[in-house]
């Protein structure tokens, strides 16, 4: 079907008015109103940053995991990025998913954020390159990229409520430039976030109309982040176009009596369809016929060839661009009230799906390298396997390597690689491979997994999952591989929620027990109860109520040898979600014993590597972080192995900045982030010399916090002011002239390059791009990938400015000895600045400096330019 204006118009006119109103809000959490009228199918939405979820939270469904957003940024390979979103594209394809809910455009404004990992990078030039080339990968495969979220959405401590004070300049150059590059890159979707911008929120902002869909033109759809709409007729006289989840959202029918009472102009509702069934059109949703006969399969004509869909409630197999999909039937999922999740028949399978094809993973395991930052190296790395007979891999996250953040966007991928197995397969055969854990990191007890318990009725590993009436009865029950259950499938006549699981410990002592949820919780261990209370939610978040719940804990003496029955349970109640998590912790070791045999194995092999790292809880959606130390029994773990063996390597498994007080005492740093499920195999290409490290820090990092420019993240009195201006990031610490510890743009390879010149032309006209030429030269041993990062300055100028930005970059490569020219494109953007008064973009004339280097740090070359107005010859 075309997609016209005027066939959109056609279609438009078959809908009255109320029938236009309430098409616009969800029909489930996770999809759209159909609208058989116009052959108008459910469009399907998924979290996705790093993986595609999907419609459910259930382990069994399983998803490719990729490195997080901060990684993907650290790459600096746009290439790279577009091949990921393909791969993500594909992902959706498979699961049924429309809309892919990514990419995060907000930024790293301070080292504190909660969210960094799902975030780019502190820089608007760079986030929204990075940016941009998720987009067109996602959207080159027909998935829709949302660019998320609208705007100033930068922490996450009163994420729902707060009101952001940002100055207009840099409200335009720096937090809205990221959305501005999605939308030249053709982004489908922007969704609007929770907070508020200077006194409205930003579902009922102005900054939907303009400059998003005036001055930019986007014609895409603005979407509501999920429950950010909490006002009917506000909201829908803005850009907004579409509030989800539904069904009881402030929208439905609200908004239809608004429209039938003239509170809302029919007009704006008319704009919204159009772009919604635009939408709908792109993907293939639009267009639906039924065959003759009603109950047969129906033949789709829209986006990308026919597609056959059953009538009934079965699958849906879809050809439109890029193979056929998968998509469930039976209208998705319904949201329970105070729920929060889908409801109704179970949708999940009983068993996990193929995820991702040989190819896929290779692709996943080629970003673990190529976004692995070398922070330092004192002729460590790469390790030679040939010279090594024993290496001792240190640390709890080495075994259980974190590889993913908290919050909404967490999927379940079906095999993770940690490091220590990645490490142990580099070396099969060469090297012998110990494992210590040392000390425990800080942080609550995990959840329970399937290898330390069993289902008390099968026998088999994981927990049973029962779901009980009000008098106890069972409703349902099946196993299940974990005690992390975030969306329990809820029956009619559902009331308790119980997890049960026989505790096989391995270590005698006082374990630490726990349930997380919210309403009225128990837990009994063998017959015996250990705590019961009420426990209402502090807070209306849904990454706090539906994801990340807070725990409630007690301990109890478990022996080895003798199985122990833990039984978790919940009542549900309105409001507070029904997510449910049963955690165990055995006895922490000793540290002191703990670190001595850390430093016993280090000395002992040839060569050591310790992994370090934050846990779900210091890096998570719904929080803001208060410090940006691993804790003293990290620091003292790096400390022992280092002293015990010169040839050290410190993997830092985190998905932004943290405090590395040792970082001069090891023989390397190596930053891995949150690295997807290829974590192993992509880290251990790196360290044994197979890659080079191939990233460059997306963020500054500070060596202490309180040196960080910009820390404040917490409101007060509801507000949160951007008192620095332009200055976050690199730019802060230049204005502040501080030294952090490593810069923007640092990162290291295995070869070394000399910066010999930078070419700039003497002259360039307000508002054309710029072409800048670097020479460099490969003075190392080994061919290697080299980022030029290109910075601007201008001493001399009528309004505020860092006192130097960057402007671009490009990748080089060259083999030993060779001499290769970067040329690097400075769009005209990186020059304009926002004049308050005209309310226009303006370029001064007059003297400029462009650098040349490595860094935001270590720019070696410079040179001057003259602008000239842009009728100037």
Not at 280 to 293: H, N, Q, S, T
Not at 385 to 398: C, D, E, K, N, S
Not at 399 to 417: C, H, I, M, N
Not at 510 to 537: E, H, N, Q
Request: charged letters at 25%; one cysteine or more; proline letters at 8%.
């Amino acid at each position: 079907m075309g997609t016209s204006d005027e066939e959109i118009d056609r279609l438009l006119g078959k809908l009255t008015p109320r029938a236009r109103a309430l098409l616009l809000d969800g029909a489930t959490t996770w999809r759209t109103r159909a609208e058989p009228a116009l052959g108008l199918r459910e469009l399907v939405m998924s979290d996705g940053p790093a993986g595609v979820r999907g419609e459910a939270w259930d382990e069994r469904d399983t998803s490719v995991l990729l490195p997080s957003a901060s990684a993907l940024a650290a790459t600096w390979d746009e290439p790279l990025v577009e091949s990921l979103g393909g791969l993500l594209a594909a992902e959706a394809r498979r699961k049924g998913v429309d809309v892919l809910l990514a990419p995060t455009l907000n930024l790293h404004r301070s080292p504190l954020g909660g969210r960094h990992f799902e975030c780019f990078s502190e820089d608007p030039e760079l986030t929204g390159r990075i940016g941009a080339a998720f987009v067109r990968g996602v959207q080159a495969h027909g998935v829709a990229a949302t660019a998320k979220h609208y705007v100033a959405n930068d922490s996450e401590t009163d994420r729902l409520t707060v009101d952001v004070r940002v100055g207009e300049r840099a409200l335009r150059e720096v937090y809205l430039a990221p959305f501005e590059a999605a939308v030249a890159a053709g982004v489908r979707l922007v969704m609007a976030g929770y907070n508020a911008v200077d006194g409205t929120t930003m579902t009922a902002s102005d900054l939907l109309t303009d400059p998003l869909k005036g001055e930019w033109g986007f014609d895409g759809v603005v979407v509501s982040d999920w429950g950010a709409v909490r006002t009917t007729v506000d909201t829908a006289r803005a850009g907004l176009d579409v509030a989800m989840p539904g069904p009881d959202s402030p929208w439905g029918e609200a908004l239809a009596r608004a429209v039938a009472d003239g509170v809302v102009p029919e007009a704006a509702v008319d704009d919204k369809v159009r772009r919604l069934l635009r939408l709908a059109a792109w993907v293939g949703a639009l267009g639906e016929r039924e065959a003759p006969g009603g109950g047969g399969p129906r033949v789709v004509s829209g986006g990308g060839g026919p597609r056959e869909v059953p009538g009934g409630g079965g699958p849906r197999v879809v050809s439109g661009g890029g193979g056929p999909r998968e998509v469930p039937g039976g209208g998705g999922a319904r949201e329970a009230p105070g729920g929060g999740g889908p409801r109704g028949g179970d949708p999940h399978p009983s068993a996990p799906r193929p995820t991702v094809a040989p190819e896929g993973r290779a692709l996943a395991r080629r970003a673990v390298a190529a976004g692995s930052v070398l922070l330092a190296n004192r002729g460590v790395l790469p390790l030679d396997p040939a010279g090594l007979r024993t290496v001792a891999v240190i640390g709890a996250h080495a075994a259980r390597t974190r590889t993913q953040g908290g919050g909404s966007a967490g999927v379940f991928p079906l095999d993770e690689v940690s490091v220590l197995d990645g490490i142990r397969d580099a070396l099969r055969g060469q090297a012998r491979v110990v494992h210590v854990p040392g000390p425990r990191p800080d942080g609550p007890a995990p959840p329970l997994d399937h290898d330390a318990c069993t289902d008390p009725r099968s026998g088999l590993p994981g927990v049973l999952l029962r779901m009980l009436d009000a008098d106890g009865r069972e409703l349902y029950a099946e196993r299940r591989r974990g005690g992390r259950l975030l969306e329990p499938r809820l029956v009619p006549g559902a009331h308790t929620v119980e997890i049960s699981a026989r505790l096989r410990p391995r270590t005698a002592g006082r374990w630490t027990l726990g349930v997380a949820g919210f309403g009225r919780m128990s837990l009994v261990l063998d017959g015996r109860p250990l705590l019961a209370g009420d426990f209402p939610p502090p807070t209306d978040d849904p990454a706090v109520v539906h994801v990340n719940p807070p725990g409630q804990y007690a301990e109890a003496d478990l022996a080895v040898g003798q199985d122990a029955l833990l039984v978790a349970r919940r009542e549900l109640a309105p409001g507070t979600g029904r997510a449910t998590v049963v955690s165990a912790a055995p006895p922490a070791p000793d540290t002191a014993a703990s670190l001595a045999d850390a430093a016993r194995a280090a000395a002992a092999a040839d060569a050591a590597i310790v992994v370090v790292g934050t846990t779900e809880h210091g890096e998570c959606e719904g929080y803001d972080r208060t410090a940006l130390a691993l804790g003293g029994a990290q620091d003292a773990l790096v400390r022992a192995v280092a002293a015990g063996n010169p040839r050290t390597v410190a993997v830092v498994n985190s998905g932004g900045p943290v405090e590395l007080p040792w970082r001069d005492n090891v023989g390397a740093v190596l930053l891995a982030w949150f690295p997807g499920q290829e974590s192993g195999g992509g880290l251990a290409d790196v360290l044994f010399g197979h890659t080079e490290p191939g990233g460059r820090l997306p963020t500054t990092w500070p060596a202490v916090l309180a040196d960080a420019p910009v820390t404040r993240t917490r409101p007060a009195d509801g507000r949160l002011h951007y008192d620095e201006g332009l200055h976050i990031g690199h730019r802060g610490w230049l204005r502040h002239g501080r030294t952090p510890a490593y810069w923007f743009g640092h990162g290291l390879g295995y070869t070394a390059w000399a910066y010999e010149e930078l070419a700039v032309p003497p002259q360039a006209r307000a508002g054309d791009d710029l072409t800048v030429r670097v020479r460099v030269r490969n003075t190392g041993a080994r061919s290697g990938r080299e980022v030029v990062q290109v910075y601007l300055s201008r001493s001399e100028s009528a309004v505020e400015r860092p006192v130097r930005w960057f402007a671009g970059y490009a990748a080089v490569r060259a083999r030993p000895g060779e001499t290769v020219t970067a040329t690097v494109r400075v769009p005209a953007r990186a020059l304009r600045h926002w004049c308050v008064e005209e309310r226009a973009w303006r370029t001064e004339e007059g003297h400029w400096r462009v650098l040349a280097g490595r860094s935001a740090g270590e720019v070696p070359l410079a040179a001057d330019l003259e602008v000239r107005g842009p009728g100037a010859g």
